[in-house]
């Protein structure tokens, strides 16, 4: 299985039917889950045909359950097929409550995540750089891809991760997970992403939040003002 043919694919997949695609690496317990997920929402759609006579219920089904994606560890951009010690990404048809799709994904480690197909096919100069302690991820924005489809508008890419941050430029979200959002139409879409993390640090997921001490003592003084009158009523009775 050549490794150059996924992104280009599945763009087209996304053009023909408006679908949603989501792309994201979660980072903990020493590993990097990488997740691409590819779903058609309108039934209308899924029989609609590219110019290869394709439909997006063909590439669900080829991708989802047929084709064997391998990962590249021969070097990428290989033009060889792998035929020893192939690796290859878990892969899943989904055809359920009327959505139709397909789910690729591998759990790599912190030093494998580089020869990621996916992550080398769809982010230019994609970079993993792990010390022991720091791991380091970047790439530049995959703008380019505006100029071949023109229907595309936006690309989202996300990280999950339970380990301190030392340094990104990706947004950060209510939920704690951090977006890159590049935009065809949004001039000030960063040009580059890159996200550093210290792996030795591992941080609660659901963030506590303080009370207020001025708000806990007039709580307490109000509770003591009720149990006091609540007394003197009891004893005059």
């Not at 408006?18 to 980072?27: E, F, H």
């Not at 058609?40 to 991708?63: M, P, R």
């Not at 508008?153 to 030392?166: A, H, S």
Request: charged share 25%.
């Amino acid at each position: 299985m050549k490794t150059r043919f996924l992104i280009i694919s599945l763009l087209l997949t996304i053009v023909l039917t408006g679908c949603n695609a989501k792309y994201s690496l979660t980072i903990e317990n020493e590993k990097i889950t990488e997740e691409l997920s590819i779903i058609e929402n309108n039934s209308n759609n899924l029989d609609i045909k590219d110019e290869t006579g394709k439909s997006f219920y063909d590439y669900a089904k080829l991708y989802g359950e047929e084709q064997d994606i391998n990962i590249d560890y021969n070097g990428y951009h290989s033009q060889n097929e792998c035929t020893n010690n192939c690796v290859y990404y878990d892969k899943k048809y989904i055809n359920e409550d009327g959505k139709v799709g397909f789910k690729l994904s591998h759990e790599f480690d912190f030093s494998e995540m580089t020869f990621s197909t996916i992550a080398n096919e769809l982010i230019p100069a994609f970079s993993v750089q792990y010390s022991g302690k720091v791991l380091k991820i970047s790439g530049k924005s995959p703008k380019n891809y505006f100029n071949d489809y023109e229907v595309l508008n936006d690309i989202e890419l996300n990280i999950n991760t339970n380990y301190k941050v030392l340094s990104t430029n990706l947004k950060k979200k209510d939920d704690g997970k951090y977006i890159w959002e590049i935009s065809k139409d949004d001039k000030s879409s960063k040009e580059e992403l890159y996200i550093t993390l210290d792996t030795q640090t591992v941080l609660d997921k659901v963030e506590k939040k303080n009370i207020n001490p001025v708000i806990l003592l007039i709580a307490l003084g109000c509770f003591l003002i009720f149990i006091i009158g609540f007394i003197i009523t009891t004893r005059r009775n």
